[in-house]
């Protein structure tokens, strides 16, 4: 709770018309979430505008409107100016007492890598005795509270909020997942981040960016406005195996350091020895070594493991200290989560939704199969459509046995999204079965204790979108579920 007065002093001069003494209670965008002494936001989106929820804000107690258009014929206060947007978070940063200049704060950003990333950075907090925060695609967590995360990076006025509930419980860190929409929209504006991880682009979101160059460019926005409050130096962490990598962090003010494997690079990890159970390598940084044992499986995880580490290694925190704390990481939820079943089969379930991920995710497996690995995955409706015959090319090449079904398929036809997958395919190899959990049956079915099956797509997810609705579906308890009709 504010006086809008007070919080008129902490931005720049904007129009006020009515009167600047009310107390402001919350602030939000959402006409539904307006409560008695909101101050609620009249922002046009791409699909409506703000403005035309004007009255039902009224109606559900608001005393202040922030718009771009000023109307003569309401009562309330309203404050005017052509940037709805941009004082949206300059409003909610002061609402909430500028949340992310009391912490550690660490973005992750990239198309692959962000999650697996952002939890070991979170576990290496914890080990080191930081209490920290997270803010990304599974979970929202806040001291001792934790949220089922609706979006990877969430709007401008839900961030400040959670960084502002994360200040109170008492953490004095935090790590957050930052997507490229995100960039794009403004929605981490506001935000002063100590230290950015860059882990990679590949071909996704294209339907929102349009070229790769444009999806870099968003990156490049968060390289280009790390903060330097005087609290620490910004560090910039980057993949020093990516092409993309120089033009995410053209302009960059920050300390630049890099990180990759068998290369050469600031942080490097070499000498990988792969099994099903873990990933064993050897660290080095600034002249010094330590050999790693990290419980999480493949190529593309020690990539992970290294970003993480060099936000640490960066900070001056010992060498050593940081390999032990990779050892005793644990996978994110739907990260190549291996499903406990009585058939005492090897089935993963991974987030894996793009060509990329993919190709990191299945070679990783293939490493340690010894019979067939059977592959299960679909593509989401409403994105990127260029994508579909880019991932079946790659679980054709990289797996035996290919199972097509649904994903998410939201408001698109679930057989015709199928049918654009399958276009990519080169042989006629493959199962098509679009319900899921008949697909899920299937590899079952299929699998002996030699073989692995992936369920790629959803991971973490517990749920199926439709263009009638949402249900409940979580492919860790189907493919369970699977295994114990089978066995019994």
Known sequence: MAKLKKLLKEIPPIDVIGSKEIEITAITSNSKLVSPGSLFIARRGATYDGNSFIPEAIASGAVAILSDVFDPSLS????????????????????????????????????????????????????????????????????????????????????????????????????????????????????????????????????YHKTMDAYAAAKNILFRTLCSDGKKEPIAVLNAQDAWTAKVADGTQ????????????????????????????????????????????????????????????????????????????????????????????????DYAHKEDALRKVLPALRESTKGKLITVFGCGGDRDRAKRPLMARAVEELSDIAIVTSDNPRSEDPLAIIDEICKGFVTSNYIVIPDRKEAIAKAVQLATPQDVVLIAGKGHEKYQIFANGTVPFDDCQTAAECCTTQFT
């Open 76 to 207: 309330i206060t309203q404050l005017i100016t052509p940037d709805v947007g941009g004082m949206e978070c300059k409003l909610a940063a002061a609402f909430w007492h500028h949340p992310s200049h009391e912490l550690t704060l660490v973005a992750i950003t990239g198309t692959c890598g962000k999650t697996t990333t952002s939890y070991i950075v979170h576990h290496l907090f914890s080990h080191f005795g930081i209490r920290a925060g997270l803010i990304g695609t599974v979970a929202y967590i806040a001291g001792t509270r934790q949220y089922d995360a609706p979006n990877t990076t969430p709007d401008v006025i839900t961030n400040q909020r959670l960084l502002g509930e994360i200040v109170k419980a008492g953490d004095t860190a935090c790590v957050m997942e930052v997507s490229s929409h995100a960039l794009a929209q403004g929605r981490v504006a506001e935000i002063c981040f100590d230290t950015a991880v860059f882990t990679n682009l590949t071909h996704e979101h294209l339907d």
């Open 254 to 349: 920050a300390r630049i350091v890099t990180y990759g494997i068998d290369t050469t690079a600031d942080i490097v990890a070499s000498h990988l020895q792969i099994s099903m159970a873990s990933t064993t390598f050897e660290l080095s940084y600034a002249g010094q070594r330590e050999i790693v044992i990290s419980p999480l499986v493949g190529r593309y995880n020690v990539a992970n493991a290294i970003a993480a580490a060099a936000v640490f290694l960066a900070r001056g925190y010992p060498l050593a200290d940081v390999a032990r704390g990779l050892s005793t990481v644990s996978s994110p939820p739907g990260r190549l989560e291996r499903v406990t079943n009585p058939l005492g089969l090897a089935i993963y379930v």
